[in-house]
Every structure is written in C-alpha cells, then in structure tokens.
C-alpha cells in the first residue's frame, strides 16, 4: 500500500453534477490544494484530438486514462504539503467500471487498493435542483443517481468511512468540509 501520510489525502465523490467541482473550487480559494476531476479532463482532452477513450465510445480506454490521472493526482499530493482534496479518486474508476459493465481489469483492483486516501471520504448526494448536462456530462439524472449509489458501494467495500455533504450553497457546504477536515486533525493527533 502507498501510505506515508495519505491521511492528509481526501477524496470527494458522487454522482455527475452534484456539487463536487464548485465545492473544491470554493475550497481552493480558501487556500488548500485540490486536484481536477480525471473524467472530465479525459473527455476534454480526447474530444479536442479526435481520440475514442470517451464513455460512449472506448470504455475501457476511458477507464485506463482516468486511473493513469488518478494515480498521477496521487502523486503530485505527495509532493504537496498539507491537506490535498480529490475531485474523484481512483476508487471511481473502479465504481465506473462496475456501473457500466465493463471488465474490471485486476490491476485497477490492486491500484484501489494501494493508493488510498484518508478513511473519511466525503459523498456529494444526488440534487436535481442543480443537475445538469453539458458537453462533458451527457448522463441524465437517473445516471447520476446510479453513479452516486455505484460510487457508495465501492467506497464502502474498500473500507472508506463517507460523509455525507449537505445540499447547501457552495459557501456552507465549504465551511462543513473545513469543520470535518478540522475535526479530522484532532482525531489523528488525539487517537
């Protein structure tokens, strides 16, 4: 397992065009280091030069290059100091794997395992009143829940505590994570 002080390393996950990337932008504001959702900069990337790792093309391409990103995230936080907060983490390729019936290949199994995060990892629910689609995100809402419960279960296998964010504005739900974040540091220093 890649350990040393992954602690410091927490995920947020969840269903498309739940709240995840405007939650760790108002985070970064506030100071702390994020990484960017891999999915997203896959697509955008493989629709800017024509490629076919796209989720409604190449599947198991998709997969492959968001667990290379994932892995290159893990990476740089370790360059990082502090408190490093992922839009996904390599646990999601498995779940998207799953949710979409594709082979999950052994080695993306063996990466869940041995690249971890803090055991706490924060779960964005699903929130219709926000949802939307765009050029990246074609799944509709139904998907999205699917996504969400996919995302629950295979955090859940891998033994990740979740904390469920509140649907508040992206302010409020900031300050939630920062409070959780705070109480995680006391814990760690107060076993």
Known sequence: ?????????????????????????????????????????????QTTVGGA?????????????????????????????????????????????????????EHVHAAAEKFRYNHRVFVAPPWPEIFDRDEQRRQDLAEAERTHEMMVETYTELGYELV???????QARADFVLQELDTAAYAERNP
Do not use: N
């Open 1 to 45: 397992m890649i350990e040393d002080d992954t602690g410091r390393f927490f995920v947020v996950t969840g269903g498309p065009g739940s709240g995840k990337t405007t939650l760790l932008d108002e985070l970064a504001r506030s100071g702390l280091a994020t990484t960017p959702e891999a999915g997203r900069a896959v697509i955008r990337d």
């Open 53 to 105: 790792a796209l989720p409604w093309g190449d599947r198991a391409l998709f997969a492959e290059l968001m667990l290379s990103w994932e892995m290159r995230s893990h990476h740089w936080a370790r360059q990082r100091q502090g408190v490093v907060l992922f839009d996904r983490g390599v646990p999601d390729v498995l779940g998207y794997l799953r949710l979409t019936g594709t082979a999950v290949p």
């Open 164 to 170: 469920t964010l509140p649907r508040v504005d992206p």
